[in-house]
């Protein structure tokens, strides 16, 4: 709706008035929220799929290192053992945790942001006829 200060409608001297329906506003924002979910699960799956050998190196080694040291293995030895994992694959891995965790984080908060709206949609509803 335009509110004119002059008649000749000038837009710099016209208020615009506009209404917004905040729970279609907040359905949409729902609708981005699962969608951004679905994303972030399935980039995560896509992370640990493209690195799922070095994933599963990682868990050989440690719990060939867990053994050892339930064993009362020397110090040297489960140096050695830590060392079949080269300085680049130990980056790839560090890289790989690090981003997936920023994924955890992010679901965690859309997770938190769609409960959120979610409940406004929910006390929305009890208070209509």
Known sequence: ???PKTPDHAPSRTFYLYAVNPLSATRML???CYKTVANLIERRQYETKENKRLL????RIEAI????QATGAEESQLQEIEE???APE???LENLK????KLD????QVDETIFILESYINSTKSKIP
Do not use: C, F, G, Y
Request: aromatic content about 0%; proline content about 0%.
């Open 90 to 92: 130990r980056q790839q």
């Open 84 to 86: 079949m994992i080269t």
């Open 65 to 68: 290192i867990t053994s050892m």
């Open 56 to 59: 599963e190196k990682s868990q």
């Open 105 to 108: 984080a992010s679901e965690i």
């Open 1 to 3: 709706q335009e509110i």
């Open 30 to 32: 729902l609708q981005r």
């Open 98 to 101: 690090r981003n997936v965790n």
